[in-house]
């Protein structure tokens, strides 16, 4: 009996002991932020540290530290002297001691409490007996994410916000040459410049963090984490939880004139986007600020219907151009437009062409009657103050210029978002091959039209003017219609989305950025942190209006803002 009731002792500890290491085990799989070594990484060449020269000789130098101080071969340290007591001029109290700079020194090795390190900035006679330091404030640092997931590179930058250690620097150019990047950063005035990059590895990424010294454009640090897929997923999810919405309203406009387009650009120069409104041959331009005051207008040569508006920044001034494209007789005429000395003055046009902006660059594809588009896509360049036909542009065959947008995977693979005649969306790779297809169309287009016979007695069937799909921080977004009733599309749009799509390097995920838009989405433009939507009523009719004796024809302009960081 005794025997059994150790026996059963027995059993019960081991029992407990093993639930006890059962329920710790999911504590030590806990998962922890990958990208954390990047930030220690950074962090560890400015950590606030003081010491003082020991030896000079020539440009080398000899540095004494305190055991604790946590020293990096490849810091920069400001070497000064000590002068006169600092004393407070009202209560006397003694504040430390008057600085003088006299250089910099950078750490080449580390060993116990002492360092060598070389003079790269100062005289070498200066530097005797003087002291050294890392200084608490702030590093300014051009923070650039180039082949990226832009949620994944956001993360990092948060990390790095939250250290209290780095003030970042956002920029908007798009490049993966380090000299242009270096440039910017000290057009910007930076310190350093962090840059992120990424690439695949099995079913992971490889992040490679780069810093720079911006002052001799000198590397001082590489530094790479491996992070799986399921981890980039989990930082979007966050994104999208209840309290985290993507977007804000800010505005919102009862215009009262039927504006069918709309595009955003800096035009006058100032840095700050103006709004561009189409409402028949005329294009009018607001601030983007609370009152949407008039800035421009501009009246087209001929009357028609504008089907396509753009900006780009073609020349070096700071100032974008206004591309339109209109529909006048049968036929599509393009201009292009620059404000001078407060009024828009043509600088282009061209019969039988379509335009679009694409970057800074112009694109351009010619028109058929019997088929809407016609031929390649090609570059329109400027140069010598005038417009001309460049390169074709590089497309997989059967796309035309208002189909596709490029998207990229967070380890910077491209391939192609791009409409078909049905409204669905389809991931291409750059052959042309299928790679993903959307479950259901997301509403149609606006504008289609039919393709004529040479005879003129028969259609040819239709095409369209596809709506904009517009590249933004790693995603690509598109405006989905919903139906009054089931799919029937003529009897009009109860509400309309914004959604926002991510190649993730293997399928395609979608999420609603901008929800609940009542009536049909027309058009939409993007800024850095606005996203503007023009929205028709239902059946296009505003019926309080007719109550009031208004316009009922008006349409509904709505700015967002946008996550920024």
């Known amino acids: 009996m005794k025997k059994n009731i150790l026996l059963f002792l027995i059993f019960c500890l081991l029992t407990f002991f093993l639930l006890m290491n059962a329920n710790a085990q999911p504590v030590m799989l806990q998962k922890s932020n990958p990208l954390e070594p990047l930030k220690e990484e950074a962090l560890s060449f400015f950590q606030p540290v003081k010491g003082k020269i020991i030896q000079v000789d020539g440009a080398s130098v000899k540095i004494s530290f305190d055991s604790k101080e946590p020293i990096t071969r490849g810091m920069r340290l400001q070497a000064f002297k000590e002068g006169a007591d600092f004393i407070h001029p009202i209560t006397k109290e003694h504040l430390g001691k008057i600085e003088t700079l006299i250089g910099n020194i950078e750490i080449d090795s580390f060993e116990q409490v002492h360092a060598l390190g070389r003079i790269i900035k100062g005289k070498p006679e200066d530097f005797k007996d003087a002291k050294v330091k890392v200084p608490a404030f702030k590093i300014t640092t051009l923070f650039y994410q180039s082949s990226i997931d832009w949620f994944l590179g956001d993360a990092h930058y948060q990390a790095l916000k939250e250290s209290g250690r780095f003030e970042l620097i956002d920029t ?322 109860k509400e309309s989305t914004i959604k926002a799509f991510w190649w993730n390097g293997f399928t395609v995920e979608e999420r609603d950025l901008i929800e609940d838009i009542g009536g049909e989405i027309i058009d939409y433009a993007i800024t850095e942190d606005r996203i503007m939507i023009l929205s028709k009523p239902l059946l296009g009719i505003k019926a309080k209006n007719i109550l009031k004796g208004e316009s009922p024809l008006g349409v509904m302009l709505y700015i967002f803002s946008s996550k920024g960081r």
Not at 234 to 241: N, V
Not at 455 to 484: C, H, N, Q, T
């Open 172 to 493: 908007g150019i798009e490049t993966n040459d380090i000299t242009k990047i270096l440039a910017e950063a000290k057009a910007k005035n930076t310190q350093i410049a962090l840059v992120m990059t990424s690439e695949r590895q099995d079913k992971g990424l490889i992040v490679t963090q780069k810093l720079f010294w911006v002052e001799d454009s000198k590397q001082f640090s590489e530094k790479k984490a491996s992070v799986s897929i399921d981890y980039v997923n989990e930082l979007r999810l966050k994104s999208g939880l209840p309290g985290m919405r993507a977007t804000e309203l800010l505005f919102s406009y009862d215009l009262p004139f039927s504006a069918n387009r709309i595009t955003a650009g800096d035009f006058d120069g100032d840095r700050s986007a103006d709004i561009a409104l189409v409402s028949g041959d005329i294009v009018r331009f607001y601030t983007s600020r609370v009152d949407l005051s008039l800035l421009w207008q501009l009246r087209l040569p001929a009357r028609g219907e504008v089907v396509w508006i753009d900006k780009a920044a073609i020349k070096d001034n700071g100032k974008d151009v206004i591309l339109i494209t209109a529909r006048q007789d049968n036929d599509y005429i393009s201009y292009i437009y620059e404000l001078q000395g407060g009024e828009f003055v043509l600088l282009w046009s061209s019969d039988g062409i379509f335009i679009k902006s694409y970057g800074d660059k112009i694109l351009g594809q010619n028109y058929s009657p019997s088929e809407g588009y016609e031929g390649n896509i090609f570059f329109i360049t400027y140069s010598d103050k005038s417009f001309k036909k460049g390169d074709n542009f590089k497309l997989p065959l059967n796309l035309n210029i208002y189909d596709f947008q490029h998207i990229y995977s967070p380890d910077g693979k491209q391939a192609i978002l791009a409409w078909d005649e049905k409204g669905y969306l389809r991931l291409l790779d750059l052959n042309g091959a299928i790679l993903w297809t959307s479950k259901e169309d997301l509403g149609g287009f606006s504008s289609s039209f039919a393709k004529e016979s040479l005879s003129g007695l028969f259609e040819k069937g239709k095409w369209s003017i596809k709506d904009r799909l517009m590249f933004k921080d790693g995603e690509v977004y598109a405006p989905k219609r919903k139906p009054i009733l089931g799919k029937a599309k003529g009897l009009g749009f």
